[in-house]
Nanobody, 122 residues
Framework: QVQLMESGGGAVQAGGSLRLSCAAS????????MGWYRQAPGKQRELVAT???????TYADPVKGRFTISRENGKNTVTLQMNSLKPEDTAVYYC????????????????WSQGTQVTVSS
């Protein structure tokens, strides 16, 4: 079974940095896109950043210039470097990947991590 495992969450003070990593494992045929989402209490889950299949990246406006998403070629790991963290960045961060598997006849499906808490205090 495909599983997304993430690490790197924690609590930091405003202006600090955290680095989140997410690794996909299992019977994976192909990973098309990987990205990060977050959900704060009382809010809907929102896009943070994505690493697209063509190597491009996208960022939500609130994190532009502060967060960097990366993915090493040939690997199933995506990383989110978060700098200059603000209290409003506090949320549960989820890793997302669009993955096709042989067990599902190469059908592309969304997979999600369990989420990791990021808390930024002022």
């Amino acid at each position: 079974q495909v599983q997304l495992m993430e690490s790197g969450g924690g609590a930091v003070q405003a202006g600090g940095s955290l680095r989140l990593s997410c690794a996909a494992s299992g019977s994976i045929f192909r990973i098309s896109d990987m990205g990060w989402y977050r959900q704060a209490p009382g809010k809907q889950r929102e896009l943070v950043a994505t690493f697209t299949s063509n190597g491009g990246t996208t960022y939500a406006d609130p994190v532009k210039g502060r967060f960097t998403i990366s993915r090493e070629n040939g690997k199933n790991t995506v990383t989110l470097q978060m700098n200059s963290l603000k209290p409003e960045d506090t949320a549960v961060y989820y890793c997302n990947a669009r993955i096709s598997t042989l067990s599902q006849a190469l059908r592309v499906q969304d997979y999600w991590s369990q989420g990791t808490q990021v808390t930024v205090s002022s």
